[in-house]
């Protein structure tokens, strides 16, 4: 399938979805994420769900590495416009956030956090195949933001449904996920 088809056929899909729906596959998605073996995590970097999209509950699985760590330190993307570029800032309790372009919730301050020390990236995402590539919203933020992780930074999807055999126009500059987890399994790549 290629990722113009994927996009629209998985935005429909999610946007279908009612919040009971999707309530209960979070938590499945949750479940499934706690049987997971991570290493020690030191930083993640999360990101808002835009409630507009029907995305995952990312909050859920966040909480979950901060009960595990309390020490954890937890970012979230700051996006330029003008570059299609992101940056990780990295938030406390108190970071105030403020919904910016398309929807995404952005804090308004904090320090910002180089790509070489995130641990783990929460990756959004509308459909992933089985091969680990993934078809997101189609600028590119992510894609360029991950190249310039470590390479043992792991990337983690959360789809409600489950993957496409294969996506047919990734592109070589496409950075697979590690792992993506749905309300059934858990997928390693």
Same mark, same amino acid.
């Given at each position: 399938?290629?990722?113009?088809e994927a996009r629209k056929q998985y935005r429909?899909? $999610? *946007? @279908?979805?009612?919040? *009971?729906?999707?309530?209960?596959?979070?938590?499945l998605m949750l479940i499934q994420f706690q049987t997971i073996e991570l290493p020690f995590l030191e930083s993640l970097l999360s990101y808002w769900p835009i409630e507009e999209n029907n995305e995952p509950?990312?909050?859920?699985?966040?909480? /979950?590495?901060? /009960?595990r760590n309390p020490e954890l330190r937890i970012c979230y993307p700051v996006a330029d /416009?003008?570059?299609l570029s992101m940056k990780a800032v990295a938030?406390?309790?108190?970071?105030?956030?403020?919904?910016?372009?398309l929807n995404i919730y952005e804090p308004d301050e904090? *320090?910002?956090?180089?790509?070489?020390g995130i641990d783990m990236i929460f990756v959004p995402l509308l459909a992933f195949d089985k091969r680990g590539y993934r078809v997101g919203y189609g600028?590119?933020?992510?894609?360029?933001?991950? #190249?310039?992780?470590?390479?043992d930074c792991i990337k983690a999807g959360f789809s409600y449904f489950e993957?496409?055999? $294969?996506?047919?126009?990734?592109?070589?500059?496409? #950075?697979?996920?590690?792992?993506?987890?749905?309300? @059934?399994?858990v997928y390693v790549f």
């Open positions: 399938m290629l990722k113009k429909e899909k $999610r *946007m @279908q979805l009612s919040e *009971m729906e999707m309530s209960k596959l979070d938590d509950n990312t909050h859920l699985f966040t909480e /979950f590495l901060k /009960f /416009f003008d570059t938030t406390d309790i108190d970071t105030p956030f403020e919904k910016k372009a904090g *320090m910002m956090m180089p790509a070489a600028k590119g933020f992510y894609d360029k933001y991950l #190249v310039q992780c470590r390479k993957p496409l055999d $294969r996506i047919d126009d990734h592109h070589d500059f496409d #950075v697979p996920l590690d792992l993506c987890i749905t309300p @059934q399994n």
